[in-house]
């Protein structure tokens, strides 16, 4: 009974994420988890609950004996200006999130699932509309060696994506040489793709003030996205490395600093679409996104017993050239600033809250198929969870 629960959770949260996210560093999260978000994004070196399975696996051994479960939901709110398009109207995007972990002595296992990142826009009445989510589902395994803590991860990745565009340039986008796929619907996309990925982690307390961690997640080599007649190549989600440290100077303080390197350069180049089995892109949607290095610095003060405070800051470049960048997918947003606050509501329960603002980013396209294209892109993204231990 309680796997059929489990099973039915993960269905319904499927459905939920797979038109639920939005770009920040680049298609992923700028943190995972509002504990996280609240310091930046850092996560490599210390316990942040369950979504250590987004961020470093080898940290779920550090959250002390016994089950715990968390249950997340936050929001990605974007702002894309353009001089070609005007406003894009995807303002809000639902990100819901839930994980289970389970440690006996010196294993840990569990499951979650999670939405990974995304991009969208929806231009009205232009015939631009765009909607990309991926989401994993997790199943993670820690030791710890006392002093080391290893883990890994299986990943179940699922992309699912909406596009229209008037290829033609005629004012809608009915033509056969236009893209349009679109199932009208929040919790599904009309092309879907799926693939398998890994993580790798470990942590090392060098003192009773600091710990080192390191990790790495795989490339998913994701299947092409098909429905409605339509198949989308080269679309896949990077590999990344972080080295990470937590350095506590005093039992109520920490400060966390994460340098990741996300490597768009191997999965974002020339996507192609196909209608009916032909080729309607050409070099439309090429793309050459840069690697992307990521410096996540937070701090956590505990103000008394129950209320902990977080502040921080994710620090990163556009991984998009000028020259590539589209109204459609507009990922160029670069730093964010976060806070957040942690609550005991008992010695089992806890409820933890980040905000997160991406400052405006502009850019002009220098390309041959978008010379002059003017995009601005902020956001303004937050996350609350529920914790419960037992």
Same mark, same amino acid.
């Given at each position: 009974?309680?796997?059929?629960?489990?099973?039915?959770?993960?269905?319904?949260?499927?459905?939920?994420?797979?038109?639920?996210?939005?770009?920040?560093?680049?298609?992923?999260?700028?943190?995972?988890?509002?504990?996280?978000?609240?310091?930046?994004?850092?996560?490599?070196?210390?316990? !942040?609950?369950?979504?250590?399975?987004?961020?470093?696996?080898?940290?779920?051994?550090?959250?002390?004996?016994?089950?715990?479960?968390?249950?997340?939901?936050?929001?990605?709110?974007?702002?894309?200006?353009?001089?070609?398009?005007?406003?894009?109207?995807?303002?809000?995007?639902?990100?819901?999130?839930?994980?289970?972990?389970?440690?006996?002595?010196?294993?840990?296992?569990?499951?979650?699932?999670?939405?990974?990142?995304?991009?969208?826009? $929806?231009?009205?009445?232009?015939?631009?509309?765009?909607?990309?989510?991926?989401?994993?589902?997790?199943?993670?395994?820690?030791?710890?060696?006392? !002093?080391?803590?290893?883990?890994?991860?299986?990943?179940?990745?699922?992309?699912?994506?909406?596009?229209?565009?008037?290829?033609?340039?005629?004012?809608?986008?009915?033509?056969?040489?236009?893209?349009?796929?679109?199932?009208?619907?929040?919790?599904?996309?009309?092309?879907?793709?799926?693939?398998?990925?890994?993580?790798?982690?470990?942590?090392?307390?060098?003192?009773?003030?600091?710990?080192?961690?390191?990790?790495?997640?795989?490339?998913?080599?994701?299947?092409?996205?098909?429905?409605?007649?339509?198949?989308?190549?080269?679309?896949?989600?990077?590999?990344?490395?972080?080295?990470?440290?937590?350095?506590?100077?005093?039992?109520?303080?920490?400060?966390?600093?994460?340098?990741?390197?996300?490597?768009?350069?191997?999965?974002?180049?020339?996507?192609?679409?196909?209608?009916?089995?032909? $080729?309607?892109?050409?070099?439309?949607?090429?793309?050459?996104?840069?690697?992307?290095?990521?410096?996540?610095?937070?701090?956590?003060?505990?103000?008394?017993?129950?209320?902990?405070?977080?502040?921080?800051?994710?620090?990163?470049?556009?991984?998009?050239?000028?020259?590539?960048?589209?109204?459609?997918?507009?990922?160029?947003?670069?730093?964010?600033?976060?806070?957040?606050?942690?609550?005991?509501?008992?010695?089992?329960?806890?409820?933890?809250?980040?905000?997160?603002?991406?400052?405006?980013?502009?850019?002009?396209?220098?390309?041959?198929?978008?010379?002059?294209?003017?995009?601005?892109?902020?956001?303004?993204?937050?996350?609350?969870?529920?914790?419960?231990?037992?």
């Amino acid at each position: 009974m309680q796997l059929k629960k489990l099973t039915a959770a993960l269905a319904f949260t499927g459905l939920a994420l797979s038109g639920s996210a939005f770009a920040t560093n680049g298609m992923v999260l700028e943190g995972y988890g509002p504990i996280s978000l609240g310091m930046g994004g850092a996560a490599t070196a210390y316990d !942040n609950g369950t979504a250590a399975m987004m961020n470093n696996p080898a940290t779920l051994a550090l959250g002390g004996q016994g089950s715990r479960f968390d249950f997340a939901l936050g929001t990605i709110g974007p702002r894309v200006n353009t001089n070609a398009l005007g406003s894009s109207d995807a303002g809000q995007f639902a990100m819901p999130a839930f994980g289970y972990t389970n440690t006996s002595g010196n294993l840990t296992y569990g499951i979650g699932m999670f939405a990974q990142g995304g991009m969208g826009t $929806d231009y009205d009445p232009a015939p631009a509309f765009a909607e990309v989510s991926v989401g994993r589902v997790i199943l993670p395994l820690a030791y710890s060696m006392g !002093n080391l803590t290893i883990g890994g991860s299986i990943d179940y990745v699922f992309a699912a994506m909406d596009l229209v565009y008037d290829m033609t340039g005629d004012g809608d986008a009915l033509d056969p040489a236009d893209i349009n796929f679109k199932d009208n619907t929040k919790y599904s996309g009309k092309t879907k793709a799926n693939g398998f990925a890994g993580k790798l982690g470990l942590t090392y307390k060098v003192s009773d003030q600091v710990t080192l961690g390191a990790t790495y997640q795989t490339k998913a080599n994701l299947s092409d996205l098909k429905g409605g007649g339509y198949k989308m190549t080269g679309f896949d989600m990077p590999a990344i490395a972080a080295i990470g440290v937590a350095f506590k100077p005093s039992d109520k303080m920490m400060i966390a600093v994460d340098v990741k390197d996300v490597m768009w350069d191997d999965v974002m180049d020339m996507p192609v679409v196909y209608k009916n089995g032909v $080729d309607i892109t050409g070099n439309g949607f090429t793309q050459k996104w840069d690697d992307q290095t990521v410096i996540a610095i937070g701090l956590s003060y505990k103000i008394n017993d129950a209320l902990t405070g977080r502040i921080g800051a994710n620090l990163s470049e556009n991984p998009i050239p000028n020259q590539y960048v589209s109204p459609l997918w507009p990922a160029i947003v670069e730093n964010h600033y976060t806070a957040g606050i942690g609550y005991a509501l008992s010695k089992t329960s806890n409820i933890d809250f980040a905000v997160s603002y991406a400052p405006e980013v502009k850019v002009t396209g220098t390309g041959a198929g978008n010379l002059g294209l003017e995009i601005k892109h902020s956001q303004l993204n937050w996350q609350l969870m529920y914790s419960h231990k037992f």
